[in-house]
């Protein structure tokens, strides 16, 4: 791979043709119509956030390098941005005017209102450029390796540079989109943001049953993403049907894999949700993520609750109660081991050697209390919770 180093373009030779969508959130093109600013392998625009985007105007105007910016020369007088696009789309959106910065009194300034000699500074900042001239395959290992200024690059991101083509293309233009209409909708379920590639991740791994690399690789040039978005529709629509309600611990679970365990069951929403209200407003539940699977599986893995267990002080004071009662009737602090005839019968077991159990189990009401807390010898406690 060759690289030239150019330090003679400034940001006004960048925003001459500065081209920003807003509705698909990124900078297309600049350095009239000479650069592309998102070829289709790069990530979406994520410093409009009010900080790293006014960040970088604010290093414009002090004089602060933007840092290296590399350019992959795809013909004569053609170039992509290979890294810096994120510095480029931040500078460009200001320049045509799409946000203002505040000055020290917190007043707002768009590009427009600037001083001139602010204005002047920012559009004759000269930036550092690498030219890259290689293959396709050269220029995607490289970049796979540099680490992008600010935010590197997650998985997904970089799995859509490495396997960049139509596929990708069309499945970020469904999944990377925030302002496709069901992304709120898909929120409710998905944990992340749909720009950083997470709605992607999560659809990929739903289809390919958490082999995304593989099924990218093999799906690489189709012109249609539809197993794709069918599959995600599908376990969407399953997951809606089957609970009425939408709760914050629904989000991020793995409802793919659920749906494929589970999806072939019928379940009554009507009574699904009572029990997942029911469940929610219990205090005994630890882990309000592990309801869902409870229910679909039919209310036998009390595990995937994680029931609240009692605490050191109740197990401390049920001890010493159970254990001076036991030496007074001269059998066993252990109640079960009492019942019976071994050489256990009579035996004092120390607080390290029990542990604490549920005299009613949660599952039928009983509480995780002193009231309902008895202490037993390790063995019988674990031929207990096996029942
Ligand atoms: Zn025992």
Redesign the pocket.
Known sequence: METNLRIDITVEDICKGFVYNEYEGKGLFGLSGKLTIQPEYQRNYIYADGKKDVAVVDSLLKGYPLGLIYFTKVAEDKYEVLDGQQRITSFGRFVTGKFAIKDANGIPHYFSGLAEDQKEKIMKSKLTIYECEGTETEIKEWFKTINIAGVPLNDQELSNAIHSGPFVTLAKEEFSNSQNANVQKWSAYIAGSPLRQEFLKTALDWVSKGNIDAYMSRHRYDTNITELKSYFNSVIDWISSVFDDVDSSMRGLDWGRLYEKYHRNAYNPQEVSKKVQALLSDYYVNDKKGIYEYILGGCVDHKLLNIRVFNEPTKKSVYTKQTAEAKLKGH?N?????L?SDN?KT?I?KQTE?DADHVTAWSNGGATDVSNCQM??????RAKGNR
């Open positions: 066993s252990c109640p079960l081991c009492a019976g256990n035996r077991w029990m037993l010898c390790k063995t019988h406690n």
